[in-house]
């Protein structure tokens, strides 16, 4: 058997296991008996459980619609705004969301940055790869257009901190009774997409032109949120 081949049917069984038991309840030991092979065998492939599970996480990203819909815009500040609203507008409805199997992984993220990392590091790995490109070259062309102005000297630390701030609002929604709320405002999507897309260096008119395009936004935004963490709600 390739190696490739084997590598495919031990994600497959790795799947079958996390649906099952979840992360907590998966051990490398279950998903190697799985699968038919030695656990000896599974770390030739895999280094730990945390590489299985970002692993299927970033396959289930890569092979969905929505992100080859997202990677075939021509970069652009109206692709810009597509990926960040995208982004917020999925991070709120998440947030809103019964789903436990998503509130589990956004624990075990947080979880995984109070130890030893690992996980954090390979997820974030893998959505730097998959999405940092299109976000650093639609703010590089907003630039050249006369829509944005630089801010610092690294590009792709201000898709993180996109990232971050309405991650940051959605851990505040998930203990049962919220840590936070925020103020009791309709537009409260608009307003953070308007806080990030300053933040980055877009301006007003830029902002104006692009954020309420809605026929532009409806036929594309979808694309931007789902193809972060679509893989999560697939695994």
Same mark, same amino acid.
């Given at each position: 058997?390739?190696? &490739?081949?084997?590598?495919?049917?031990?994600?497959?069984? %790795?799947?079958?296991?996390?649906?099952?038991?979840?992360?907590?309840?998966?051990?490398?030991?279950?998903?190697?008996?799985?699968?038919?092979?030695? #656990?000896?065998?599974?770390?030739?492939?895999?280094?730990?459980?945390?590489?299985?599970?970002? =692993?299927?996480?970033?396959?289930?990203? =890569?092979? &969905? @619609?929505?992100?080859?819909?997202?990677?075939?815009?021509?970069?652009?500040? !109206?692709?810009?705004?597509?990926?960040?609203?995208?982004?917020?507008?999925?991070?709120?409805?998440?947030?809103?969301? @019964?789903?436990?199997?998503?509130?589990?992984?956004?624990?075990?993220?947080?979880?995984?940055?109070?130890?030893?990392?690992?996980?954090?590091?390979?997820?974030? !790995?893998?959505?730097?790869?998959?999405?940092?490109?299109?976000?650093?070259?639609?703010? #590089?062309?907003?630039?050249?257009?006369?829509?944005?102005?630089?801010?610092?000297?690294?590009?792709?630390?201000?898709?993180?901190?996109?990232?971050?701030?309405?991650?940051?609002?959605?851990?505040?929604?998930?203990?049962?009774?919220?840590?936070?709320?925020?103020?009791?405002?309709? &537009?409260?999507?608009?307003?953070?997409?308007?806080?990030?897309?300053?933040?980055?260096?877009?301006?007003?008119?830029?902002? %104006?032109?692009?954020?309420?395009? #809605?026929?532009?936004?409806?036929?594309?935004?979808?694309?931007?949120? =789902?193809?972060?963490?679509? %893989?999560? #709600?697939?695994?």
């Amino acid at each position: 058997m390739t190696s &490739d081949l084997r590598r495919e049917l031990i994600l497959s069984a %790795a799947k079958r296991c996390f649906a099952r038991y979840g992360f907590a309840g998966t051990t490398t030991k279950s998903v190697a008996a799985a699968a038919s092979i030695s #656990e000896a065998l599974l770390f030739k492939h895999f280094p730990s459980k945390s590489a299985l599970y970002a =692993e299927i996480l970033a396959e289930a990203c =890569e092979t &969905d @619609p929505a992100l080859h819909r997202l990677l075939d815009l021509e970069p652009s500040t !109206e692709t810009l705004v597509v990926l960040i609203r995208g982004m917020v507008e999925h991070f709120l409805s998440a947030s809103a969301s @019964p789903d436990q199997q998503e509130a589990q992984r956004l624990r075990l993220m947080i979880s995984s940055q109070l130890d030893d990392g690992e996980f954090a590091r390979l997820l974030y !790995e893998k959505i730097k790869d998959l999405i940092g490109s299109i976000f650093t070259l639609s703010l #590089e062309r907003a630039i050249a257009a006369g829509d944005a102005v630089p801010v610092g000297r690294e590009p792709l630390n201000l898709f993180w901190f996109a990232h971050h701030t309405v991650l940051m609002m959605v851990l505040t929604k998930l203990p049962s009774v919220p840590a936070l709320s925020y103020g009791a405002a309709p &537009d409260l999507e608009r307003q953070v997409c308007e806080f990030i897309l300053r933040g980055i260096g877009l301006d007003a008119k830029a902002i %104006a032109l692009h954020l309420d395009r #809605e026929p532009v936004f409806n036929a594309a935004h979808t694309s931007a949120g =789902e193809a972060q963490t679509s %893989a999560a #709600e697939s695994a």
